[in-house]
């Protein structure tokens, strides 16, 4: 009878250890297929957007301005603009005179004579996957007849985004610049 007790359990043993091994294949089968997919996804991202928060402080008479950016899409909008260099934005890097030249290049308010308001560059913060871009522009008239440009990174990409949040009074809107509406009346 032991003998026989002895050889069901040895089959027990047997189909639980059979148990634990597929188990650990499922496991060590989903880690590496995980894995593939972790480290073969081309893009961080599938979509490319920015959005911008501009906001009048009438103390100042200023349009304080921060634009949220996919990291790894300014990089590329700032070596297209630059011949191919290659830039790594961080923070305490050498590349703000490069982004204040490319926002200036595309990020531009105009009043109702057309005249390109001055825009003053505070500086950049780079966090995880964006960069919040900072700046400021005074402003002492009204928005009855001025544009906006926000053509950020349209130049390269296609489905470019840039969501613009703008507050000023008590005036609240957002608008979409997108390819073939990159100007827009305020």
């Not at 005179?97 to 780079?126: C, M, S, W």
């Not at 009204?142 to 906006?148: A, I």
């Not at 613009?164 to 390819?179: A, G, H, P, Q, R």
Request: aromatic fraction near 12%; glycine fraction near 4%.
């Amino acid at each position: 009878m032991d003998k026989g007790k002895r050889e069901e359990g040895g089959w027990e043993n047997f189909y639980l250890m059979a148990q634990k091994k597929a188990r650990f294949g499922l496991v060590l089968s989903s880690i590496l297929l995980s894995s593939l997919l972790f480290f073969s996804a081309s893009p961080k991202h599938e979509y490319h957007v920015s959005v911008t928060q501009m906001q009048y402080n009438p103390a100042i008479k200023t349009f304080e301005i921060s634009i949220r950016i996919f990291t790894d899409d300014l990089e590329k909008g700032l070596a297209a603009d630059n011949g191919n260099k290659r830039f790594l934005i961080k923070n305490n890097d050498q590349n703000d005179p490069f982004i204040e030249r490319y926002i200036r290049k595309n990020f531009l308010l105009t009043d109702h004579l057309k005249k390109v308001a001055a825009l003053r560059y505070i500086g950049k913060e780079q966090e995880e996957d964006a960069t919040w871009v900072y700046l400021e522009i005074p402003f002492q008239t009204t928005l009855d007849g001025c544009k906006l440009q926000n053509s950020i990174l349209s130049e390269a990409f296609e489905d470019q985004v840039n969501m613009t949040n703008l507050k000023y009074t008590s005036d609240k809107k957002t608008f979409l610049f997108k390819k073939g509406q990159l100007v827009q009346s305020l």
